[in-house]
């Protein structure tokens, strides 16, 4: 996995995926409520276990640090050093001595486990082969004590979204003066989507662009993927306001125990 430009300025990630302090000054209604609904799933998760928690892609460690400050024992872990600087110096900040590693979801060993390992945010889908999915679900079920829970999200995606016309911009979000719009190649082949993001300015259109791919996971193969890890689906909801998943939904926002 290439890291994306996305992931290596801390900065310009936090603006786009605000913590749930920052996001209760949004304006935009619909984003602070699925940032906030989704911070409040996570922390309920996360203590419901009881035990120490593992948070895999912690990124800038906007939910790591938050949970921390709710009395939960959390580890952070992220492939990309830079993020990880950021997610220190927020802790330090906070006067939270969180422990944060450098590790790669696919590949390993902290030796110890968790009652409850978090991958929130798709992360999941920036494992673009089937047997990366399968090394790192065979991980975490290694690093949870019997029958502890993988708490995670990922997009259920809308057929008409995979079917979009690859030269069409689409807009993503507004963050502040930032605006975000996207174009993607979708490979049914390998249910990969090939994504180029373009952020501008009001007086600097595309000031940057990121480029990055995601995994799309169906629903019934997900149930397999499971499966076949050592997992059993204990809950799936259409959103983090825990909604009953169905056709309409647009994630999968999932509680699996191990074992």
């Not at 911070?39 to 939910?63: H, I, K, P, T, W």
């Not at 024992?73 to 590693?101: C, N, Q, R, Y």
Request: glycine content about 6%.
């Amino acid at each position: 996995m290439e890291e994306c430009l996305l992931y290596s300025d801390p900065e310009l990630y936090d603006v786009l995926f605000p913590s749930a302090r920052e996001a209760a000054a949004l304006t935009d209604e619909s984003r602070k409520s699925r940032i906030l609904a989704s911070n409040q799933f996570y922390l309920e998760e996360a203590g419901r276990g009881g035990g120490r928690v593992l948070e895999l892609a912690c990124g800038s460690g906007r939910l790591t640090v938050q949970l921390a400050q709710n009395g939960i024992e959390i580890m952070g872990a992220d492939l990309s050093a830079t993020m990880l600087d950021a997610a220190l110096a927020k802790a330090a900040a906070a006067g939270l001595p969180v422990e944060f590693l450098l590790a790669d979801m696919r590949s390993f060993d902290f030796g110890r486990q968790f009652s409850t390992i978090l991958i929130p945010g798709n992360s999941l889908l920036h494992l673009l082969t089937i047997e990366d999915l399968k090394r790192c679900l065979a991980c975490v079920r290694g690093h949870l004590v019997e029958g502890g829970r993988l708490v995670f999200d990922v997009s259920k995606w809308d057929v008409s979204v995979l079917a979009r016309q690859p030269e069409t911009r689409y807009p993503v979000l507004t963050a502040g003066q930032i605006t975000v719009e996207e174009t993607a190649h979708y490979d049914s082949a390998k249910q990969i989507r090939h994504i180029t993001w373009f952020f501008s300015f009001l007086d600097a259109p595309d000031y940057r662009v990121a480029r990055y791919d995601l995994r799309v996971i169906f629903p019934e193969e997900l149930l397999l993927l499971l499966d076949c890890a050592g997992f059993r689906l204990e809950a799936r909801y259409g959103e983090f306001t825990r909604v009953a998943f169905e056709d309409s939904s647009p994630r999968q926002v999932c509680v699996a125990r191990a074992g």
